[in-house]
């Protein structure tokens, strides 16, 4: 069964909530996830060596170019720095309010494949090349270029908050990752070229920047495509599950709600109905009766005041009149009175 789309837009204070513990709960698990430095650093020196041998360690001579031409470096420290925290929140608004159908389904991807990538920093604490001893060749550029921007030598935290981030969550890149979730989405909602343009450049830009400013290897941008991958296939069950929960939940507290409670009596609709029920008045007579003590049928009258006495000439609103009961004229009752004295 696929899991419901609902037309309404989801409350927008319900989602900034969420989001919000979500993204405290990734940022508290990537500081309590901070392992040994010696393992993360055997670590990125086995990626680095996977690498060489399979010939696809492109973060050394992107690195060197980083770090010999500032007019890329520069560019690239700020591109590493910002766009991360501003590209990514600004496709979810806009997806909360153009693409209300399909936010829902956009944010539960992004937050899996987050979490997911909180289990890779955790089992795999990873040393990114800038951290590595200089022997291997690889600059840290946010820390050669830091006085052009807010950041210093810690990764991407501004200057005096490095204790407030994990430097050894490299593997996977969730820069990477990111920024393939926000390209995925102004590929399948973009209706411009140019959104189209920049789905496809987005990515592959940030990819560059990672590896050139030496804060991932290849193969860590690689695990951030696989974590999204992983994250796109459970987005449909944990909908569902989540659709599941929530209506479990409605019917039992609707359930709750909606049953009378034990020993009392039927409501006064309830009373009223069913006194009713063959078109005649009901007093509260035992046995839903009728004024008249004539038992309640499960047919509808023809007559609107059937069983009702009027007085003469009346007529109930809407009561048809037929031969057997004629109305008496005027004449009748003149004769009748002049009969009388």
């Given amino acids: 069964m ?41 670590n990125g020196l086995a990626i680095l060596r996977a690498e060489k041998a399979l010939f696809l360690d492109a973060e050394t001579p992107l690195n060197r170019l980083f770090t010999e031409i500032p007019a890329l470096g520069v560019p690239a420290d700020f591109v590493y720095a910002s766009l991360h925290y501003l590209v990514t929140p600004a496709i ?10 399909r936010y829902r389904a956009a944010r539960t991807w992004l937050m899996l494949s987050t979490l997911l990538g909180l289990v890779g920093f955790t089992l795999v604490p990873t040393c990114p090349p800038r951290l590595l001893d200089a022997t291997h060749g690889f600059v840290d550029t946010m820390a050669q ?24 969550a490299a593997m996977p890149s969730l820069h990477v990752g990111w920024a393939l ?19 496809v450049a987005y990515p592959l830009i940030t990819t560059l920047v990672v590896m050139g400013t030496a804060n991932h290897y290849f193969l860590d941008a690689v695990a951030g495509v696989a974590v999204m991958g992983a994250g796109a296939l459970l987005t449909r069950p944990a909908l569902r599950l989540a659709d599941r929960v929530r209506a479990r939940a409605g019917a039992r507290f609707s359930g709750r709600t909606a049953e009378p409670a034990a020993g009392t009596a039927a409501g006064p609709a309830t009373a009223t109905a069913a006194g009713t029920v063959g078109g005649g008045v009901n007093r509260g007579l035992p ?11 499960g047919t509808k009258s023809p007559i609107v005041g059937a069983g009702c006495q009027t007085s003469t000439g009346e007529r109930i609103p809407g ?8 109305t008496p004229s005027a004449g009748a009752d003149d004769s009748t009175a002049a009969a009388a004295r």
Avoid at 93 to 98: C, E, H, N, P
């Fill in 287 to 297: 046995g839903g009766t009728r004024e008249t003590g004539e038992a309640v049928s």
């Fill in 92 to 101: 979810l608004i806009w997806l909360f309010r153009r693409r209300p159908l």
């Fill in 181 to 199: 979730w926000c390209g995925v989405m102004l590929w399948r909602h973009g209706r411009t070229p140019l959104l189209r343009t920049l789905a």
């Fill in 2 to 42: 696929p899991y419901s789309t609902t037309v309404r837009r989801p409350r927008w204070w319900a989602e900034l909530l969420l989001i919000a513990v979500v993204y405290l709960a990734y940022s508290a698990g990537r500081l309590l996830a901070r392992g040994d430095v010696s393992t993360a650093v055997d």
């Fill in 145 to 168: 270029y830091s006085s052009y921007g807010w950041w210093g030598g810690e990764a991407s935290a501004p200057r005096g908050m490095g204790g407030l981030t994990n430097q050894y």
């Fill in 319 to 326: 009561q048809r009149t037929t031969s057997a009961d004629p």
